[in-house]
């Protein structure tokens, strides 16, 4: 069965990194990668995988259509982590740049909504 991504243009998969730490905005950034696989913009992928070299899940994310890599604060884990392991192209999108700040955003629907709406205004095909 053919995987569908209604955001992919072309090529393989939509992949999409998120942040998943402690504070609350990991929640907000694991539980918008979540929402976004449900909905199939994407799929969610295993970051740890990509900082621990895993030949597979490189592989599988060199193959990738697009990536999207959510960020949910300035240190960019997410961000750093795909750089580190060779990725050079991919969407990327900070929370912290749409007004959600480490500390003082709950894990509400209300704020995976906002990052989800963005994460599909980044994904949409030009």
Same mark, same amino acid.
């Given at each position: 069965?053919? /995987?569908?991504?209604?955001c =992919? *243009? =072309? ?7 998120? *942040? =998943? ?7 907000? &950034?694991?539980q ?5 696989? &449900?909905d ?7 970051l740890?995988?990509?900082?621990g ?8 994310? /060199? =193959? &990738?259509?697009?990536?999207? &890599? ?8 997410v961000?750093?982590t ?36 963005k994460? *599909? ?6």
């Amino acid at each position: 069965m053919a /995987e569908q991504n209604s955001c =992919s *243009c =072309s090529g393989g998969p939509t992949l999409i990194f998120a *942040c =998943s730490g402690a504070a609350d905005v990991g929640a907000v &950034a694991d539980q918008a990668a979540r929402k976004l696989t &449900a909905d199939q913009k994407g799929k969610m992928f295993c970051l740890a995988g990509i900082g621990g070299r895993v030949p597979g899940i490189l592989k599988t994310t /060199e =193959s &990738a259509a697009r990536i999207l &890599a959510i960020d949910g604060c300035p240190l960019n884990c997410v961000k750093g982590t795909l750089e580190q392991a060779g990725f050079k192209s991919f969407l990327h999108v900070r929370m912290a740049d749409l007004g959600m700040e480490k500390g003082k955003t709950p894990p509400s629907p209300q704020a995976v909504g906002k990052l989800v709406d963005k994460a *599909c205004e980044m994904l949409t095909c030009k």
